[in-house]
């Protein structure tokens, strides 16, 4: 992964900036950093996304809640950042005074790449932890077609459930429950992907 130095602005400065800006960036810790797409896995990637994406919306039509993709901002406003998760889902209806991020998430989904896997368990979920709205983070890796479901419990501690040994996925957060293989459907069986050289997404 190449070591490309992120602008510094404030968080304010950021949200006008980006929105004139054609790619997408990430704001964290005062930090902006471009969000690449994976060379690679990118067909993997975007399927497992579409997947679970779709069982989301199929789920809640009819409901207050809301799901959302990539293109998507989410503020956590905490921990001084602002994501782009691959999916998740809304029912808070203050988030519809945004148009262009929304704050208040029940549930976060992230797709494992090779260069990003320790940012997404990482930084980025300790920023994810911090808002109080949220009740499960979801890392799904479409190279080994595994889940890793973390649940807030009674006490605020975060629970993993994997789905090692599953055929399963019980999402607690929005009363569905999915198989694996509906996860994973059409996602063809291959290696990890490789990041794209001028991936600048942070190492942590």
């Not at 790619?23 to 969000?35: A, D, I, N, R, S």
């Not at 067909?43 to 009819?62: E, I, M, P, W, Y």
């Not at 905490?78 to 889902?89: G, I």
């Not at 709205?133 to 975060?158: M, N, P, T």
């Amino acid at each position: 992964m190449n070591a490309v130095t992120p602008l510094k602005m404030t968080a304010e400065e950021y949200l006008a900036w980006e929105e004139k800006q054609e790619t997408k960036h990430e704001f964290y810790h005062g930090l902006v950093y471009e969000v690449y797409a994976m060379t690679g896995a990118r067909d993997a990637h975007v399927t497992a996304t579409l997947n679970v994406a779709a069982l989301f919306k199929s789920h809640l039509r009819g409901t207050p809640c809301r799901t959302y993709i990539a293109d998507m901002k989410l503020q956590a406003e905490e921990s001084d950042a602002y994501f782009y998760p691959d999916v998740f889902v809304t029912c808070d209806g203050r988030d519809k005074a945004s148009e262009y991020h929304k704050s208040f998430p029940k549930l976060i989904v992230e797709v494992l790449s090779p260069s990003t896997a320790g940012y997404d368990r990482g930084d980025k979920f300790a920023a994810y932890r911090r808002l109080a709205s949220l009740e499960e983070y979801v890392l799904v890796d479409a190279a080994r077609f595994s889940v890793d479901l973390f649940r807030k419990d009674a006490l605020g501690r975060w629970v993993l459930y994997p789905s090692e040994g599953m055929e399963t996925v019980e999402f607690a957060s929005i009363g569905l429950t999915v198989s694996l293989a509906g996860i994973f459907e059409d996602v063809e069986p291959g290696s990890p992907a490789q990041a794209s050289p001028t991936d600048s997404t942070p190492a942590h």
